[in-house]
């Protein structure tokens, strides 16, 4: 089975950085690409930021300059570093996956970033 596993959230101050990271596991076939979503409560989940096989990158408006995504491709793990982080920067974030068949992607359970004095 393929497992994603998101790490690295918790509690910031307005203005800090945080880095959440996403390990994937099990029966991988070839990565098209993985990214960053998240979800605030009694709102849609939204696309932060992915990564394609080829390298490149996007972003939301709303996190461009502030956010990086990054990846490892030796150990299938995909990292968000934050900086600059608001308060409405809060958010479960999930990680997701895509492989090359299209339609089937993989989705982690979400991590908690909270941006609160």
């Known amino acids: 089975q393929v497992q994603l596993v998101e790490s690295g959230g918790g509690l910031v101050q307005p203005g800090g950085s945080l880095r959440v990271s996403c390990a994937a596991s099990g029966s991988i076939f070839r990565i098209y690409a993985m990214g960053w979503y998240r979800q605030a409560p009694g709102k849609q989940r939204e696309l932060v930021a992915g990564?394609?096989?080829?390298?490149?990158?996007n972003y939301a408006d709303s996190v461009k300059g502030r956010f990086t995504i990054s990846r490892d491709t030796a150990k299938n793990t995909v990292y968000l570093q934050m900086n600059s982080l608001k308060t409405e920067d809060t958010a479960v974030y999930y990680c997701?996956?895509?492989?090359?068949?299209?339609?089937?992607?993989?989705w982690g359970k979400g991590t908690l970033v909270t941006v609160s004095s």
């Open positions: 990564i394609t096989s080829d390298g490149t990158t």
């Open positions: 997701n996956m895509l492989i090359n068949t299209p339609g089937v992607d993989y």
